[in-house]
T-cell receptor, first 117, second 112 residues
């Protein structure tokens, strides 16, 4: 079964420290990978995506993510966390067209990031 | 460039009733998808429309149905509402193929 795992319900980081939010996936083929952020009572905001090419992807607000095909992981990172980064983060996978994935996104359960002053 | 707008923002319905949620896609996007996000969970794919036809569906019963209009706006209809239908419903539009899913802010549906 196709799935996305975010093993941490919550990540706590001190402001100014680096942060990592973990994501692993189980999808056949060559999926497209995404990170979204959700603030309270809001929809999802796009952060970054990986389709092909360089394994390190840079996105919005200083975030980046590293694609590791052998570990089927796509961890979200930021060198220096801000209090304003506190939010709910979702990793998502779009199965490749060859597996009939059309435009469907499969989301993880989300990780709450808390950045403390 | 306009974003994705959804209406209403909040809605309270009684079990057994029917509800229609609306979505206006981002300009230039011809594909619209709907997701259900229950409290504390990630969004779950309901279905997708392309050129006014449903071309993909998740694990949701037939009482969840939709429409896409020529201007790429869309509706999600849910019949015979159940308490478990209480969730945030998200609309996402995209150009067909790989890029850019733009999500709306969602409609919070509460079924009592």
């Amino acid at each position: 079964a196709q799935s996305v795992a975010q093993p941490e319900d919550q990540v706590n980081v001190a402001e100014g420290n680096p942060l990592t939010v973990k994501c692993t996936y189980s999808v056949s083929g060559n999926p497209y990978l995404f990170w979204y952020v959700q603030y309270p009572n809001r929809g999802l905001q796009f952060l970054l995506k990986y389709i092909t090419g360089d394994n390190l992807v840079k996105g919005s607000y200083g975030f980046e993510a590293e694609f590791n095909k052998s570990q089927t992981s796509f961890h979200l990172k930021k060198p220096s966390a801000l209090v304003s980064d506190s939010a709910l983060y979702f990793c998502a996978v779009r199965p490749s067209w060859s597996t009939g994935g059309y435009n469907k996104l499969i989301f993880g359960a989300g990780t709450r990031l808390a950045v403390h002053p | 460039e306009t974003g994705v707008t959804q209406s209403p923002t909040h809605l309270i319905k009684t079990r057994g009733q029917q509800v229609t949620l609306r979505c206006s896609s981002q300009s230039g996007h011809n594909t619209v998808s709907w997701y259900q996000q229950a409290l504390g969970q990630g969004p779950q794919f309901i279905f997708q429309y392309y050129r006014e036809e449903e071309n993909g569906r998740g694990n949701f019963p037939p009482r969840f149905s939709g429409l896409q209009f020529p201007n790429y706006s869309s509706e999600l209809n849910v019949n015979a509402l159940e308490l478990d239908d209480s969730a945030l419903y998200l609309c996402a539009s995209s150009p067909l193929d790989r890029d850019g899913y733009t999500f709306g802010s969602g409609t919070r549906l509460t079924v009592v």
